[in-house]
């Protein structure tokens, strides 16, 4: 059984970091990073397959976000600059156990969450 577990994530002022961790048990083929802010559909943020150096992103985190894996430590990273207010929303961790040809940014491609972890950022 695989798990992902969310580190805590927390408050920001806007153009300042915040870092989410996952923490994955288990093999996975690919990680991804999602977020939901309220009233809103759930979306894509950033992915990252495990083994390569492989990565995507969403549009709104091109240039701010970056995804990365130490596969040593079991993690997925992900590294938030220049918060914007926008970007506040819960933010979930989302593993494919094995390929599939889903699109990465479609929750239904993913086989595993964890239990999501909430960011606030403030003007």
């Known amino acids: 059984l695989v798990r992902l577990v969310e580190s805590e994530g927390g408050s920001a002022q806007a153009g300042r970091s915040l870092t989410l961790t996952c923490t994955v048990s288990g093999n996975i083929y690919s990680a991804a990073w999602f977020r939901q802010a309220p009233g809103k559909e759930r979306e894509g943020v950033a992915t990252?397959?495990?083994?390569?150096?492989?990565?995507y992103y969403a549009d709104f985190a091109k240039g701010r976000f970056t995804i990365s894996q130490d596969n040593a430590k079991r993690t997925v990273t992900l590294q938030m600059d220049n918060l914007r207010p926008e970007d506040t929303a819960m933010y979930y961790c989302a593993a494919r156990l094995s390929y599939n040809p889903g699109n990465w940014t479609k929750t239904a491609t993913y086989d595993t969450w964890g239990q999501g972890t909430q960011v606030t950022v403030s003007s």
């Open positions: 990252c397959y495990r083994g390569f150096t492989l990565t």
